[in-house]
């Protein structure tokens, strides 16, 4: 159980081009999803939280028009990288947590965007 | 006060050994305390969790050590092998609040055969 994909696993793209990735808990509902940026060899940053129904919470420093998250249900979160560049390279993740089950956070397999 | 301290930030074991991976914490209102393991281009696999109101748990060779009063806990690997090479992060996170994880900066675990 608690099973989260992510799709793509990876993609490339041209800079200046959006590119949409889908985190999807398969055998639970998830009323809160997190998105994470990964650096290599660094730890989690955390992007941003949302809820389902409701507008994602952004942290500080990430810019929320770059990276629009959408958790239109209760399986299902998509993040957005609109008009991408190079610098927006990275391995991101998904988690979700499982509606008053419990407080773990399951993670993706996460997707490594490279932006030429 | 939302910082986790992690150390080391890189660990050699040999084949059979214990690995020892520590972590501080400031934060009097975390309540919930994760590991998890990542491998290279993988996500972060859940290992073992525990909560302030028991000192250790254990599940088949990994045992987490919390102390509460030092606001410390521990993840000790027994019996150390190839395949535990990963990088391990710990994690805090107040239940009753966003559940937002502030996680560790990671130690990288090589066990040598």
């Known amino acids: 159980g608690a099973v989260v994909s992510q799709h793509p696993s990876w993609v490339i793209c041209k800079s200046g081009t959006s590119v949409k990735i889908e985190c999807r808990s398969l055998?639970?509902?998830?009323?809160?999803m997190f998105w994470y940026r990964q650096f290599p060899k660094q730890s989690l940053m955390l992007m941003a939280t949302s809820n389902e129904g409701s507008k994602a919470t952004y942290e500080q420093g990430v810019e929320k028009d770059k990276f629009l998250i959408n958790h239109a249900s209760l399986t299902l979160s998509t993040l957005t990288v609109t008009s991408a560049h190079p610098e927006d390279s990275s391995f991101y993740i998904c988690?979700?947590?499982?509606?008053?089950?419990?407080?773990?956070?399951?993670f993706g397999p996460g997707t490594r965007l490279t932006v030429l | 006060q939302q910082q986790v301290k992690q150390s080391p930030q890189s660990l050699i074991v040999q084949k059979g050994g214990i690995s020892i991976i520590n972590c501080a914490y400031e934060?009097?209102?975390?309540?919930?305390f994760p590991w998890y393991q990542q491998f290279p281009g993988k996500g972060p696999a859940l290992l073992i969790a525990?909560?302030?109101?028991?000192s250790e748990k254990k599940e088949g060779r990994f045992t987490i050590s919390f102390n509460k009063s030092a606001k410390q806990f521990s993840l000790h690997i027994m019996d150390s092998q190839p395949g535990d090479s990963a990088t391990y992060f710990c994690a805090a996170t107040r239940t009753s609040g966003t559940y937002k994880y502030i996680f560790g900066t990671g130690t990288r675990l090589k066990v040598l055969a």
């Open positions: 525990i909560r302030p109101d028991v």
């Open positions: 988690s979700a947590l499982a509606g008053g089950v419990g407080d773990t956070q399951y």
């Open positions: 934060n009097t209102a975390f309540d919930y």
């Open positions: 055998d639970f509902q998830a009323t809160t």
